[in-house]
C-alpha cells in the first residue's frame, strides 16, 4: 500500500515568524507556544507507527514554512521538488531540496518560470495523482507534473479545488487504497467517481485535510462527528490540536512530508 505505508517523514518546527504567515481571513494570530506544543504531538504520533521523523529547525526567513507539504512531492520513484504558487513561499523549496536528495536518488524539480504548484494541491492514491488547479497551482505546474512523472508508474489526473478554497486537500484525505474522506462539497464535483467516500459531517469541513499514516489516521481535535464516522469506519483515529494553524489555513497533511524512498 505505497500510498499509505511509509517509513519516513519530514517536519520543520514553527518559526517565530509564523505570526506573519498567510492567511484568506485574519481570526488572530497564531500563538507559537501552543502551536510548537500541538507540534509536537503531531511528531510524536507520527513517531509511534515506527516511521523516522526528521524535524527540521525553523527557518525565520520562510513564516509558512512549518507547512512544508507544500515544497514536494514524494513518491516511491522519487522526489520531485514543487513551486510554491505564493511568492512569499517560493523560497521554501529549495530549502527542503538538499533534505530529500540524502534520502532519495532521484530528485526532479518543476523548473518554471511560469508553472506553480503546491503539493497540498496533491492527493495521491493507490492508482493515480490527482492535481487540484488553485490559486496556488496553475496549468503550467500541472502540465509539468505531467511531465517529470511520465516514466513512473502513476498517472495525473487534473481536477478542480473548490473556489475560495486554499488546496484542493483543504478538502479531502486518503484514508486507505480505496476510501476518501471528502466534503460534500468536492465529492459533488465527481472527481473521486470509482471510490469509497465518507463525508465530513456537516459544519466539520476544516476536519476534512486528515492524514492516514501507517496504522492511524491523524486529524484535527475537535469534530467529533466525523472524528465518530471515521471510527465505526473502523479507522484508528489520533486527535491533533490544530486551533493555530486553523488561523494560518493550515492542517494535518501541510506539516508534513510522506514517504519510503529508494536509498539513495
Ligand atoms: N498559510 C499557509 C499558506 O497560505 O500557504
Not at 488547479?133 to 500541472?142: D, E, I, K, L, P
Not at 471510490?195 to 465530513?200: A, C, E, K, M, N
Request: hydrophobic letters at 40%; glycine letters at 8%; one cysteine or more.
Amino acid at each position: 500500500m505505497r500510498s499509505f505505508r511509509f517509513t519516513h517523514a519530514i517536519t520543520r518546527k514553527p518559526a517565530k515568524s509564523i505570526l506573519q504567515g498567510l492567511r484568506a481571513v485574519d481570526t488572530g494570530n497564531p500563538d507559537l507556544a501552543r502551536m510548537q506544543s500541538h507540534h509536537a504531538d503531531y511528531v510524536t504520533v507520527l513517531r509511534e507507527t515506527g516511521a523516522a521523523v526528521i524535524e527540521l529547525d525553523p527557518l525565520e526567513a520562510f513564516p509558512d514554512s512549518v507547512f512544508v507539504e507544500d515544497t514536494a512531492l514524494c513518491l516511491p520513484e522519487g522526489a520531485i521538488i514543487m513551486r510554491p504558487g505564493a511568492p512569499s513561499r517560493l523560497g521554501e523549496a529549495a530549502e527542503m531540496e538538499p533534505h530529500l536528495r540524502a534520502l532519495y536518488q532521484d530528485v526532479r524539480r518543476i523548473d518554471g518560470p511560469e508553472s506553480f504548484i503546491e503539493g497540498g494541491d496533491i492527493l495521491v492514491t493507490e492508482t493515480e495523482i490527482l492535481v487540484g488547479r488553485s490559486a496556488r497551482t496553475n496549468a503550467g505546474g500541472v502540465a509539468e507534473l505531467i511531465r517529470k512523472v511520465a516514466d513512473w508508474p502513476l498517472a495525473v489526473r487534473e481536477v478542480h479545488t473548490p473556489p475560495g478554497v486554499l488546496h484542493f486537500k483543504t478538502d479531502c484525505s486518503l484514508l486507505d487504497g480505496e476510501t476518501i474522506l471528502s466534503t460534500k462539497r468536492l465529492h459533488a464535483s465527481g472527481c473521486f467517481n470509482g471510490y469509497r467516500v465518507i463525508h465530513t459531517a456537516e459544519g466539520e469541513e476544516a476536519s476534512a485535510n486528515a492524514i492516514r499514516f501507517n496504522d492511524l489516521v491523524l486529524m484535527a481535535s475537535g469534530f467529533d462527528r466525523t472524528r465518530d464516522a471515521l471510527l465505526n469506519a473502523g479507522f484508528d483515529v489520533r486527535e491533533i490540536g490544530n486551533s493555530e494553524c486553523a488561523k494560518l489555513d493550515g492542517g494535518m497533511s501541510c506539516l508534513s512530508l510522506r514517504f519510503t524512498p529508494k536509498a539513495a
